[in-house]
């Protein structure tokens, strides 16, 4: 009876205030918000984790600007995403899956009726409505012929033999999260809206993509149709399509990418985003601006210091309005036809829901006094649906999405921590995220997070492995150290061809910041970080033996084999080491852990997806060889069915972080007296 009433009493306590494992389960956030043409209401993408499929699924939502109505659109089955406006605003184009089919679908507003607009062997995205909204315009993988040598005899009725041989011919032949590629290529379909059979506008072996319509009979796409495009990853150019005859024309030739048209509402002028190709290893794409037969190519705003990302046009084609990482952050400026540029809006964000990269998308409505959605982001929670004039007053936020959960539990308080770096003096801006019972005494633990990318930004964003490290007691710090974006292209290229190097004192100078703080206890410093943080965390640990343990997580750990066997193997040998793996090893070695894996003292875990082929199991593998060979103490996990991304699923993130914390728990000199302590006791 004592023993029952325990059990009763325990179940009936209160649930932790702390962010838990299973509080991961709980988070929703908000993506793609897009604002209706007349600028009355927001449809977006609204995501929520769902316990029995251990999926991240999305269903479309739709707010009514007047109102603030906030209501479910598109629900059920296995979620949808990508939903778009038709030109006049009484129908939305939406992509799903029924039956484990994709789909696109037509949603009436007026009834709420939906339909597929055809059936489709393949999964078609990137879909665009016609100027008229009679068409929609998608891609689409039509696959190809095998190339092959021999034919295969024919085996005796109710045999069994082994699958004939698949032969390959490619360079790039394996991608993360596709696995192994089938012979074919992305093409581009034109469909009526009323439903019916895609019709194939675009043909060949290279991939065509992006379609963007430049009038109800033409369609831009991109891509690259050179015989060599295999050896040139980053080359493309944008073609049109004359859809009478599917004629094609290049409207671009440089050596470079140019990408992502958008069309101005007269239909005179394409605006798209590039470069010249000057085969580094970081180069930002630039705006620019040609006529709609390809003429007059000119910059926009060439002095910008910033990166223009998703660029749309203003309603009254007088300007457009673009994203750009900046400082941490996303901001929508927007630049006039003189090429003057001014901020809209900033701090979009949060809409990554595991580590806090600055993640996040905008959309502009029609009419005379145009409002732009955004995703907002948040030190405290996920991403949620924002608005703000186009002229770039009257912000509100419009949804709280985790308002039935945050609110009751303990968050860690998140901090902004500038600091000079040691090696140079460079500005380094991080964040450090303080558990709920913090106090400056230094004793508490510190985890440095580390980016991955290297190219790319953290924030100030809410993510839920930084608040399951701060709620098992942990401070956490994350920064943006040389090489990171949103820092102007300079700060980038501080590691061309110098990737790991010293971004190593940029990072090792914000846990000396930490420390003088008081914010950690020197004796209990650990380390992480994935793919570029996953290589920067082996890189530190052939460099220091500071930290008690480090957990290196889908890390590349020898160049020469990832510019041979991983999924962008050509863009690692031309644009980062610029060397043949053959006939200059050193190139590749010269900052590759594995060159000095004999310097490594760090208890270290090793972590991996095991359908990671971006920075392939055998990258992790042999720095965990070589670990035990040394009999450095060391463990191997894998995470079966996971891609690079490995938070693509709830109970991934979950195994992630706290297979990690228990890591660290291990060798923390802290834990250890208390269980040594215990062990007395008894």
């Given amino acids: 009876m004592l023993a029952a009433g325990s059990a009763v009493a325990k179940e009936d306590e209160a649930p932790s205030r702390r962010f838990t494992a299973d509080r991961v389960f709980d988070m929703e956030y908000a993506t793609d918000p897009q604002v209706s043409p007349d600028g009355k209401s927001i449809v977006y993408v609204r995501h929520s984790m769902d316990r029995m499929t251990d999926k991240d699924t999305g269903q479309i939502w739709m707010i009514d600007l007047a109102t603030g109505s906030n209501r479910p659109l598109v629900n059920g089955g296995t979620g949808a995403s990508s ?4 030109p006049d ?3 939305l184009i939406y992509a799903t899956a029924t039956d484990g089919k994709p789909e696109v679908r037509l949603l ?5 009726r939906s339909f597929p607009l055809a059936q489709f062997l393949e999964g078609p995205s990137e879909a665009v409505w016609s100027p008229d909204g009679k068409h929609v315009a998608f891609s689409m993988f039509v696959k190809g012929e095998a190339p092959s040598f021999a034919k295969a005899p024919t085996p005796p009725e109710g045999a069994t033999w082994n699958d004939g041989v698949k032969v390959i011919d490619k360079l790039t032949f394996r991608f993360d999260g596709a696995g192994y590629l089938e012979d074919g290529a992305t093409q581009v379909f034109v469909l009526p809206v009323d439903g019916g059979t895609p019709r194939q506008v675009t043909f060949g072996d290279a991939d065509m993509q992006s379609p963007e319509w430049l009038d109800n009979d033409t369609l831009l796409v991109s891509g690259n149709t050179a015989d060599d495009r295999d050896l040139d ?12 005859d599917l004629s094609i024309k290049p409207l671009t030739t440089r050596d470079g990418p140019d990408m992502s048209p958008v069309v101005s509402p007269d239909g005179n002028t394409i605006a798209y985003r590039g470069f010249d190709d000057k085969t580094l290893s970081y180069q930002q794409a630039d705006l620019y601006l040609m006529n709609a037969d390809g003429s007059n190519q000119r910059p926009l705003a060439a002095d910008f210091a910033g990166e223009f990302g998703e660029t749309v046009w203003a309603p009254d084609g007088k300007s457009l309005y673009s994203l750009s990482e900046d400082h941490g952050v996303l901001s929508v400026y927007q630049i006039d036809l003189k090429g003057n540029v001014s901020q809209v809006v900033t701090g979009l964000g949060g809409a990554s829901i595991g580590r806090p990269y600055a993640e996040g998308s905008f959309s502009v409505s029609g009419g005379k006094k145009p409002v732009i959605a955004y995703t907002a982001g948040f030190m405290d929670k996920p991403s ?17 999405l985790n308002a039935d959960v945050l609110p009751y539990l303990d968050m860690a308080k998140i901090e902004e921590v500038k600091v000079s770096s040691k090696h140079d003096g460079k500005e380094i801006e991080a964040w450090v995220a303080l558990p709920p019972d913090f106090k400056a005494d230094g004793s508490f633990p510190l985890i440095l997070e580390i980016h991955g990318g290297p190219y790319s930004m953290y924030g100030p964003f809410f993510a839920s492995e930084i608040q399951r490290y701060a709620a098992e007691g942990y401070v956490t710090i994350w920064s943006n150290p040389r090489g990171s974006t949103g820092y102007g292209e300079d700060f980038a290229l501080e590691i061309d061809q110098a990737y790991p190097g010293h971004d190593y004192d940029d990072l090792m100078t914000v846990v000396d910041e930490m420390v003088a703080r008081k914010y950690a206890d020197p004796d209990r410093l650990f380390v992480t970080g994935g793919s570029g943080g996953g290589i920067l965390t082996a890189w530190i640990v052939t460099q220091t033996d500071r930290f008690k343990a480090a957990a290196s997580v889908k890390p590349v750990i020898n160049w020469m084999t990832m510019a041979l066997a991983g999924d962008i193997a050509q863009v690692v040998r031309r644009h980062w080491i610029r060397a043949e793996p053959w006939s200059d090893p050193e190139a590749f070695l010269k900052h590759s852990p594995i060159r000095f894996v004999d310097k490594v003292v760090t208890p270290t ?11 392939p199991a055998w990258e992790a593998e042999q720095f965990y060889t070589a670990l035990k060979m040394r009999g450095v103490d060391t463990v191997y996990v894998r995470v079966p069915g996971s891609p690079h991304y490995i938070a693509s699923r709830p109970s991934r993130l979950i195994a992630k972080t706290d297979n990690i914390m228990g890591w660290f728990a291990k060798y923390d000199p802290a834990k250890k007296d208390e269980a040594d302590e215990k062990a007395g006791d008894e």
């Fill in 108 to 112: 009436y507003l007026d009834s709420g």
């Fill in 233 to 244: 990853p980053v080359e493309s150019e944008i073609y049109a399509v004359e859809l009478s």
């Fill in 83 to 86: 939903p778009r406006w038709s």
């Fill in 384 to 400: 949620e649906i924002g608005v703000i004039g186009a002229n770039g007053k009257d912000a509100k936020v419009l949804t709280d």
């Fill in 605 to 615: 875990m090793i972590m991996v997806g095991e359908e990671d082929y971006r920075t």
């Fill in 89 to 91: 605003g009484t129908r």
